[in-house]
């Protein structure tokens, strides 16, 4: 909706937001609303690796309708979470060494509002007991058995995530592995997706069943705020992919959208934002991080470590895939 308050709110972010689009920048102060309006990309929704174009269309029906980004958010990763055959997040996810799928989701909406679940088990949904947890609670994250209780008593239905494929595939590697847990550069496909609504208004949702074959307890990047996802409505979102430790390490997501807000493109700021993961660690053997980010203006960018990195994104016209720059070969 071109409404007044959406100008005010808008024109308002121009002195944070000067940083950015070089469509805006020098028209920032006499702009009108239609043309600012007109200026900014959306709705759009991206979201991380190839699942995120069957993602993106659950949110564009969303989008498209005048529905908020959180709504859409919501509905776009609870696909992939719903689809048995993706191996890194919600039902059929691999397992950690014990055999056990837990899994870790954030979400985050224009107002900081957040929610988070880690070391989840039995819940097809993650996402959806996030939300929960930052509409119904004073809490921002709750993890394993309390967060597992608290979807029961939510309603939220029991129900065993272990498939046939993933069970098989955890046999397999204990008899090759010895139930050593090995970091390696397989299964990296947590999605992470962020949109932008018709109000001008940003959400995110990050969700995966983490690294196949870690510790029981380990809990990644993607549920944490700051790492695995950030928003901030006045500058824009980011959201992250691989290895979790690293991400954590550099607090990426939160550092992608400071650095959109001082002026870089969401390109650039996921490139410096690899940089970092890639000067802060001297080895870097199957290291892959790949971020993600939408700005306030609808323009987005990715980048990763190691090139493979590719993500989705939906605007009025088409849902395309995108391959993401990145840092260096295999
Ligand atoms: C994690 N970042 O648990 C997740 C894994 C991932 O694509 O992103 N895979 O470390």
Known sequence: MKTRRNFIKLTALGSAAVFTSSCLTSEKENVSDSKLQKDIKKPIVVSTWNHG????????????KGGSALDAVEAGVKITESDPNNTSVGLGGLPDRDGKVTLDACI???????????????IENPISVARKVM???????????????????????????LTEKSK???????????????????NHDTIGLLALDENGNLS????????????????GDSPIIGAGLFVDNEVGAACATGMGEAVIR????????????????????????????V??????????????????????????????FNYAIHTATQNEMIDAKYNREW
């Open 135 to 161: 509409e119904d609670t004073q809490h921002v994250m709750l993890v394993g058995e309390g967060a597992k209780q608290f979807a029961l008593e939510k309603g939220f239905k029991e129900t065993n995530l």
């Open 108 to 122: 985050m909406d224009h107002e900081n509002n957040c929610g988070a679940v880690a070391c989840l088990q039995d």
């Open 250 to 277: 550099i607090a990426g997501s939160a550092i992608v959208v400071e650095l959109m807000r001082n002026g870089m493109s969401p390109t650039d700021a996921c490139k410096e934002a690899v940089n970092r993961v």
């Open 279 to 308: 000067k802060k660690h001297k080895d870097l053997t199957n290291l892959q991080v790949g971020f993600l980010a939408l700005n306030k203006f609808g323009e987005s960018g990715g980048y990763s470590v190691y090139a493979g």
């Open 53 to 64: 174009l069957e993602a993106n269309e659950a949110s564009w029906k969303i989008l498209s």
């Open 204 to 219: 995110g949702a990050c969700t995966t069943s983490g690294m196949a074959y870690k510790l029981h307890g380990r809990v």
């Open 168 to 186: 098989q595939a955890w046999e397999k590697w204990k008899e090759e592995s010895k139930y050593q847990p090995v970091i390696n550069s397989e």
